[in-house]
């Protein structure tokens, strides 16, 4: 609809609310650098098989652990491997466990509040009922039993933390959903005479996007503490694989002697959901996100 | 010597995006037992002056930038903050808009009454309680030993708006400060608390400086009245002064605003263009709950061609009956027509096509605008929708509304944060002609502007009626609006129609008691 | 208020069920029999085995025989070690594990309701920025990290704490409660910041303030309680990231504590101790979630008057 003829041709150019949260956004240094970082670390998981100055696999006992030096930067570990090779292969995986497992929750989350929201009444009540009494249960607890149960499954572990962070998606966006279905421009959108569909794709997405996109980012890094809590209990990610939470429980074994092998990880990790947490609080404030009440 | 006298105030507030001077060089006074008002529209600054009074202003972002402000002699502004308090509450108190929010809900009423008397005079809590229970008596509320121990939450917004009085006055101060006491109640009830004020004032010898947006409660009770717009003070006098010979344009703007006078009624023939029969609107809040009944067996005609004002104070299901007109919130029983068809029975596909038949205009300009669409999206959307102009013609046909609510063109791709309220209301009615509807809701579409836009509007409205021949149901707690407006008046009252008739008959001989009580209500009897 | 408490009650406990039926499906789910490991097994044995833990019945006949056993308190006896029941061991290392929790709760609302207090007070200062900025480190510093820092920093560097143990040597319970309680006086400080922001932000502070009011005054007579709902209501969350935290505390401290034991038994494969202690740990924070619940909607007036009333 950008066609606007020779009739409105003096026209000003409108600045949409999108528009004004950038700019308020470009304001906050933090959350700019929080996603610098951000993205730095996802470029560098991204590309890390071809630029990991060491193959993942290759060991030097002889060397053993070893203190950072010009050869291997952040250190060797017990086994003689590079240290920011493990990191960066480690990266990749807690990265993508907090993306993808942040993914599932939105999509769960998103359809089922949007769904609660809109239809209202007894459906409502149902869907919302299911999520109460859901968030009552002691996820944590079950996610360990279900990693017990079901042996240590990376597909397992996306689903499972999935399954948990939905349900505070859920209940945002029914709130969302609500609150902005007795705005009186989404009447005034009956009275037109919109379908629901219409009404729904035109009117309540773009005004609910805002809060979504906060809530996203700030999931993913509580996705990826999650991620990190059950690998260092041993109950996550399965050697040979890694993820930065293993690396720091193997860390933690060998601190005494070897505390760069415990502080490096443990850099990257914080760094990471420093960036994500200050780009989230960044956000809430540049979309202008109240706080919820959940 | 004055009580208070504020001599050249320039508040200022500081952020982000630059210095904003709230006030500017203002002064004026309030007499030893005289009511001083201060007239303005919002960001006029009446406001802000008088939170300076006291000190109340946040800093930062606020600042004060130069003045005095005397008060018995003494300079307010110069005092630090502990002296300020010793003031506040004792010797200056306020009393704010909205009751609904200025008592804490979390605290009993008597512990918050009480608390200027142990605070100032380190009075007992005995003591203390017996004082705030003859005050709650003197403010005429009813079983005042029972209110000391009830939370806010369970008084009405009038009673609050008495207890807060009863707060205020209950250190006997000399000055009390109302910022707009009366605006957030209904007509009645306000009427209630300006008698109860006036007569506290006179009884306990106090000055008064009454802040408001309305003249015509103003004229009632003010012994000097001081004009503000934009930071600063136009005129100030009497009165009697002010309303005969206003010496600044813009206050003959804004006593041109105030509406009144009568609307020449144009004899129509009755020939009914929606016939109401026995409407039942009922909410059910929570399964197994008593049902809300806020439209409760109503039967109305409303001829074509005609504005009927529809008037009521809140709770009076008004604005429901308008929205069951539309179908906007299902009916529990009855029938409505609308040309001998019946619109309660369409569904579908038939209701949608119907819809373009019948639009609305709501009150907020704010919250009926969607924030992410522009004006020409908005405008596009219902033409589109009904196939009501072809693409091509798109443009013009925007243009033309534009044109007709007096809309710049130059706005088109503007987004609603970016207009003012009374233009937000401007696109609204856009949307609502674009379809070309014979009949229109308008749900108190001049409730939250300024006067002077809200008479606008009110023009607006009067000429586009016409204009596109327009049967228009006009819904509004003001009477002064409806009666400038309407050539018919229906008056609702808890979910019942109590009284229905021309005009001029409801105005000059009302029937019902519940009518009487709200002309009788309507302020400004010394304005007119 | 009766009424409202008797509801939540009543939703409780089906959840509690829903917590007990799934884990013990779950549990009798995994792939391999409890006694598949052990080397040589004479069929006979097993099967005394089996009947002894009920396994050569239905599955169904073995839920309800369970459901029983938990309704007269028993959660049964345990795989791993014979002889010793799941009660016997959870009791052992309840003690433990309410001590350590304690211990952090108390820190962690100390600490986090004064940081988040004094921060609303003074919004965009350093008065703010500071305490938040450490909040938002405490937030990005897992406990599985800050532990083993912990003891690098103040146990073997420094040399002031010891590093392992419960009640053992004086100190030892420094570091774990410390650790157990950051995360959670980080969260508390930022929640009770936002609350005493909103509520700061209310028209009735203004008439507080025009009572003539001092600061102080206004603060805890009219803000704080309205201001630490939040705080209330995020208790019984807490206390059940508290229980999940302690695994990971208890493990790095060497505590005897459940969580520990929990952990262990998840390592061994040990079904009877996980469905026990699993069942144990969500009632308890069914039971705290219940509780906070309560206390936070007793503190709010209209909620309680509304459920007084049997409110609609």
Redesign the interface.
């Known amino acids: 609809m950008n066609t606007v003829a020779p009739v409105f041709e003096d026209a000003e150019k409108g600045s949409s609310l999108w528009h004004d949260a950038w700019l308020r956004l470009r304001k906050n240094k933090l959350a700019l650098l929080g996603g610098s970082v951000l993205l730095f670390m996802v470029v560098v998981a991204l590309l890390t098989p071809w630029i990991a100055p060491y193959s993942y696999e290759a060991q030097n006992l002889d060397l053993g652990a070893s203190a950072p030096s010009a050869a291997h930067w952040l250190g060797t570990d017990i086994f003689g491997r590079d240290m920011l090779t493990q990191i960066m292969y480690g990266g990749r995986i807690s990265l993508a466990v907090g993306f993808i497992a942040t993914a599932v929750a939105l999509l769960i989350g998103v359809t089922w509040g949007a769904v609660a929201g809109y239809a209202g009444g007894r459906v409502d009540a149902v869907m919302m009922r299911l999520v109460d009494i859901l968030y009552a249960l002691p996820f944590m607890i079950f996610i360990v039993l279900l990693m017990v149960v079901f042996g240590r499954n990376i597909l397992l572990l996306f689903l499972a933390i999935g399954a948990v962070e939905w349900l505070t998606m859920a209940r945002i966006m029914r709130s969302q959903v609500q609150s902005l279905r007795q705005q009186e421009f989404v009447e005034a959108a009956v009275s037109v005479g919109l379908s629901p569909a219409a009404i729904i794709r035109k009117h309540l997405i773009p005004n609910a996007l805002g809060p979504v996109i906060v809530y996203t980012t700030l999931t993913i890094p509580s996705v990826m503490l999650l991620e990190a809590f059950l690998s260092f209990l041993g109950l996550g990610i399965q050697p040979p694989a890694t993820s930065w939470g293993l690396l720091i429980s193997y860390g933690a074994e060998t601190m005494e002697e070897y505390p760069w092998l415990l502080i490096f990880p443990g850099c990257a990790l914080t760094l990471t959901l420093f960036s994500l947490n200050f780009l989230g609080d960044g956000l809430r404030d540049a979309l202008d996100v109240r706080g919820s009440k959940d | 010597m004055a009580l208070l006298s504020v001599d050249n105030l320039s508040v200022s507030f500081v952020t982000?995006n630059g210095t904003n001077k709230a006030v500017n060089n203002v002064s004026f006074s309030v007499e030893e037992r005289q009511i001083t008002a201060i007239i303005g529209e919002s960001g006029s600054g009446k406001s802000v002056s008088c939170y300076a009074v006291?000190g109340?202003i946040p800093s930062p972002p606020g600042r004060i930038d130069g003045g005095t402000v005397y008060f018995q002699g003494q300079d307010l502004l110069a005092l630090s903050e502990?002296e300020l308090?010793?003031?506040?509450?004792?010797d200056i108190?306020?009393i704010?808009q909205?009751p609904m929010?200025?008592?804490?809900?979390?605290?009993k009423i008597g512990d918050q009454l009480i608390?200027?008397l142990t605070?100032?005079k380190g009075m007992a809590k005995g003591a203390a309680k017996e004082q705030a229970i003859a005050l709650l008596d003197e403010v005429d509320i009813r079983d005042p030993q029972a209110a000391m121990s009830a939370?806010p939450?369970?008084f009405s917004g009038g009673m609050r708006q008495r207890v807060?009085i009863a707060?205020a006055l209950i250190n006997e101060p000399k000055l009390l400060i109302a910022d707009e006491p009366t605006t957030a109640l209904d007509v009645t009830i306000q009427a209630q608390i300006l008698k109860l004020i006036a007569e506290l004032q006179i009884k306990r010898d106090i000055g008064v400086l009454f802040i408001s947006h309305d003249l015509a409660v103003v004229s009632d009770i003010a012994d000097q009245i001081v004009v503000m717009e934009k930071g600063k003070v136009l005129e100030g006098g009497k009165p009697k002064a002010i309303f005969d010979n206003p010496q600044h344009p813009y206050t003959q703007k804004l006593l041109a605003a105030i509406p009144s006078g009568q609307k020449a009624t144009n004899p129509v023939a009755p020939d009914p263009l929606i016939r109401i029969k026995h409407l039942r609107t009922w909410f059910t809040?929570?399964a197994?709950?008593?049902p809300v009944k806020a439209v409760n067996d109503v039967s109305l005609e409303i001829h074509r061609g005609e504005v009927l004002g529809l008037v009521g104070e809140s709770g009076s299901g008004k604005s429901t009956l308008g929205?069951s007109i539309?179908r906007?919130v299902p009916i529990t029983s009855g029938q409505i027509t609308f040309e001998g068809m019946e619109l309660s029975a369409l569904e579908g596909r038939a209701?949608?096509?119907f819809?373009?038949r019948?639009?609305?205009i709501?009150?907020?300009p704010y919250?009926?605008?969607?924030?992410?669409?522009?004006?020409?999206?908005t405008l596009?959307?219902?033409l589109l929708?009904?196939g009501l102009v072809r693409t091509a013609d798109l443009?013009?046909a925007?243009?033309e509304l534009m044109d007709n609510v007096g809309l710049a063109?130059?706005?088109?791709?503007?987004?609603p944060?970016?207009f003012s309220g009374g233009q937000r209301q401007r696109i609204?009615i856009g949307?609502a002609l674009a379809?070309r509807p014979e009949f229109i809701v308008a749900d108190e579409p001049v409730s939250a502007l300024d006067v002077t836009i809200q008479a606008q509007i009110l023009n607006l409205l009067a000429e586009l009626t016409k204009e596109y021949g327009l049967t228009m149901l006009f819904i509004s707690h003001d009477l002064a609006v409806i009666r400038q407006i309407a050539d018919r008046i229906a008056v609702m009252y808890h979910g019942k129609l109590v009284e229905q008739g021309s005009t001029a008959q409801v105005f000059e001989t009302p029937q019902q008691e519940y009518t009487q009580a709200l002309l009788a209500a309507i302020p400004g009897a010394n304005a007119a | 208020m009766l009424r409202f408490m008797f509801v939540r009650i009543l939703q409780a406990l089906p959840v509690i069920l829903v917590v007990i039926t799934a884990t013990f499906f779950l549990v009798r789910s995994a792939p391999g029999g409890p006694f598949d490991q052990e080397k040589v097994v004479i069929p006979e044995v097993k099967k005394a085995l089996e009947a002894q833990y009920r396994l050569d019945l239905p599955l169904h006949e073995q839920y309800f025989a369970y459901l029983g056993d938990l309704a007269q308190g028993d959660l049964g006896p345990s795989f791993k070690y014979p002889g010793r029941s799941v009660n016997e061991i959870l009791f052992a290392g309840l003690p433990v594990t309410a001590e350590l929790g304690l211990y952090a709760l108390i820190i962690a609302l100390c600490i986090g309701v004064t940081a988040g207090v004094f921060a609303s007070l003074r919004p965009n200062t350093a008065q703010d920025y500071v305490p938040m900025s450490l909040a938002m480190i405490g937030i990005c510093m897992p406990s599985f990290l800050l532990g083993p820092l912990l003891v690098l920093v103040f146990g073997i560097w420094l040399d002031w704490l010891p590093i392992t143990g419960w009640g053992d040597i004086p100190g030892d319970k420094i570091l774990p409660a410390v650790t157990l309680g950051s995360a959670y006086a980080a969260y508390i400080a930022r929640l009770s910041r936002a609350g005493m922001l909103e509520i700061l932000s209310q028209d009735y502070i203004r008439t507080a303030r025009a009572k003539g009011l001092p600061e102080w005054r206004v603060v805890t007579q009219h803000a704080l309680r309205g201001g630490l709902i939040p705080v209330i209501a995020f208790l019984g969350p807490a206390l059940a990231g508290l229980l999940a935290g302690s695994f990971v505390v208890e493990t790095i401290f060497q505590i005897p504590g459940l969580g520990r034991f929990y952990v262990q038994a998840a390592f061994n494969r040990d079904y009877t101790m996980i469905l026990g202690t699993t069942v144990f740990l969500s009632s308890l924070i069914v039971f705290f979630n219940l509780v906070s619940d309560i206390i936070a909607a007793w503190l709010n007036p209209r909620l309680r008057h509304h459920f007084q009333h049997g409110g609609s």
């Open positions: 982000r006291l109340l502990a308090r010793a003031i506040r509450g004792r108190a306020m704010f909205d929010t200025c008592l804490n809900p979390f605290m608390e200027p605070l100032h939370f939450h369970e807060m707060m809040p929570t197994g709950a008593e929205r539309l906007l209701l949608k096509q819809r373009h019948m639009q609305m709501f009150q907020d919250a009926s605008l969607n924030p992410r669409m522009t004006v020409y999206d596009a959307e219902p929708l009904h443009d013009q925007i243009r063109r130059t706005f088109v791709r503007k987004y944060h970016e609204a949307r379809t």
